[in-house]
């Protein structure tokens, strides 16, 4: 069974997904103008995170964070140094690339899910890839297939990963039990995800930027240990993306698989995950949210994953014989600028990226539930059930073949959605241009689907029929 999961693993992630994220982002960046170089300065306007009079919608502030808490995870920290150790220094520049590319794509598929969105039973927004498959592309079935994906790998594979990784670095760390992690661990996931989705957002909206903050803190700090050796770092790293050696080693190649599917798996961009919440926010023009992701795959990839590959090649830990990847290497390098912390801070750390992951994937599995069938009392206790039972089973289990599966997964969800986003790319396209012209105009861009008769009949009635400027 390993074997068959690791050929088609292969398959998927060496050839067809890495092709298809970067063409894709590519040919995105074109036919926007190389919006993520023009427009860089505007992912940081303060109008991107003003709320519209809408009452069904969360805020922009609220959607950013929920969207950072599921692609912030334990990747960002031991995923980026499996990287660097397997495919070499140059494995960072090749996360930069697709990220770049990625940018594009973000904007494209958040500004679909906006365009498409629509209410939930408590008169609520939501949407996503499956909307915009069902509605734009009249391909129910494909929405179901893209949610069916989304419900088993967020809330179910993903669960058990990332509470694996809080079981692993509390035990190599802190020497706590698998068995007392997992206790703990399900107990406060319960607690959680039993308050709903309002429950998630309140809890990202203050521990995520405390998080990153706390993070880059630590990262200035030990960077700043070895200060003089950043200009080396960086020229190791471009010289490893392009260097003879590699090439000659076959090392190259590998490095930039490891970019790339790192830089894929961080970010999220094309995946179909982030569109599930920006579909949430109340914003007077879909674009708008567009831009929102496209800057939380900028502080996911480029900010905090650069700021791990940082601590890890400043430190020269690399260069120590025999030494372990993923926490424990981490540690190694953390360790000498605060020595008797590193194991506490490391935990930490791990436990808030995991547990954030875990509450922001559950947000994108119950969105695709509710997707297939109304959400009833009793169906979504049982769906709470199973992902606490997976929570906990993930501290106690090994699971080689879960990430086998979890990287299978991404890979169909990716395809699906890359296909989705393509096809409608034009009128989303189309929708971006339209928020730059108001802009340019001095105006703030106000969503009014009567421009796009492409769009009549497939948007559901009255959902941007209170759309208003921010307040």
């Not at 060496?14 to 860089?40: A, C, D, E, K, M």
């Not at 809080?166 to 997992?182: G, K, N």
């Not at 396209?429 to 492409?454: A, L, S, T």
Request: proline share 4%; charged share 10%; hydrophobic share 50%.
């Amino acid at each position: 069974m390993n074997d068959l999961l690791d050929f088609f693993d292969t398959i998927l992630w060496s050839t067809v997904l890495i092709y298809l994220l970067l063409g894709s982002g590519i040919y995105l960046t074109f036919r926007l103008g190389f919006i993520q170089f023009r427009r860089f300065g505007h992912l940081f306007s303060p109008s991107l995170f003003k709320r519209s009079a809408d009452p069904r919608g969360t805020s922009p502030w609220r959607v950013l964070c929920l969207s950072l808490a599921s692609r912030i995870g334990t990747g960002n920290l031991t995923g980026v140094t499996i990287a660097i150790v397997l495919g070499g220094p140059g494995a960072i520049f090749w996360i930069w690339i697709i990220t770049v590319f990625s940018m594009a794509t973000a904007l494209i598929e958040n500004t679909l899910a906006q365009i498409y969105k629509g209410t939930s039973a408590r008169n609520k927004f939501r949407g996503g890839p499956a909307d915009y498959m069902e509605k734009g592309l009249g391909m129910r079935w494909m929405g179901i297939l893209f949610s069916f994906l989304m419900v088993i790998s967020c809330g179910f594979i993903f669960s058990a990963l990332q509470a694996n990784s809080i079981a692993q670095a509390s035990f190599h760390l802190l020497h706590v039990p698998a068995l007392t992690t997992a206790c703990i661990l399900s107990t406060l996931v319960a607690s959680l995800i039993f308050g709903g989705i309002r429950a998630v957002t309140w809890l990202s909206k203050w521990m995520i930027p405390l998080m990153a903050f706390s993070y880059l803190l630590l990262a200035v700090w030990v960077i700043g240990h070895h200060v003089e050796k950043l200009p080396q770092v960086f020229a190791l790293i471009f010289k490893s993306a392009f260097g003879l050696q590699e090439a000659a080693s076959g090392a190259l190649a590998y490095g930039v698989t490891q970019g790339m599917q790192r830089g894929a798996f961080a970010s999220e961009a094309g995946v179909g995950s982030s569109p599930n919440v920006a579909a949430m926010a109340a914003v007077s023009h879909p674009a708008a949210s567009g831009f929102n992701q496209m800057l939380a795959v900028f502080i996911d990839t480029v900010v905090i994953c650069t700021a791990t590959a940082l601590i890890i090649l400043t430190s020269g830990v690399l260069d120590i014989p025999g030494e372990s990847t993923g926490i424990r290497l981490l540690r190694l390098a953390i360790d000498p600028t605060i020595p008797g912390w590193s194991s506490f801070i490391l935990a930490m750390l791990v436990f808030s990226f995991a547990f954030t992951s875990i509450a922001g994937n559950y947000v994108y599995a119950e969105n695709n539930l509710s997707f297939v069938h109304s959400a009833a009392p009793a169906k979504l206790l049982i769906f709470r059930l199973l992902v606490i039972a997976m929570v906990f089973g993930g501290c106690l289990m090994q699971l080689q073949m879960l990430w086998k599966l979890a990287d299978i997964f991404m890979a169909l969800m990716a395809i699906l959605n890359l296909t989705a986003l393509l096809l409608l790319s034009g009128i989303a396209i189309k929708v971006v241009k339209d928020y730059e012209r108001q802009r340019r105009m001095g105006k703030i861009p106000v969503f009014n689907p009567d421009h796009y008769p492409e769009l009549r009949g497939q948007l559901e009635p009255g959902v941007w029929d209170k759309t208003s400027s921010p307040r």
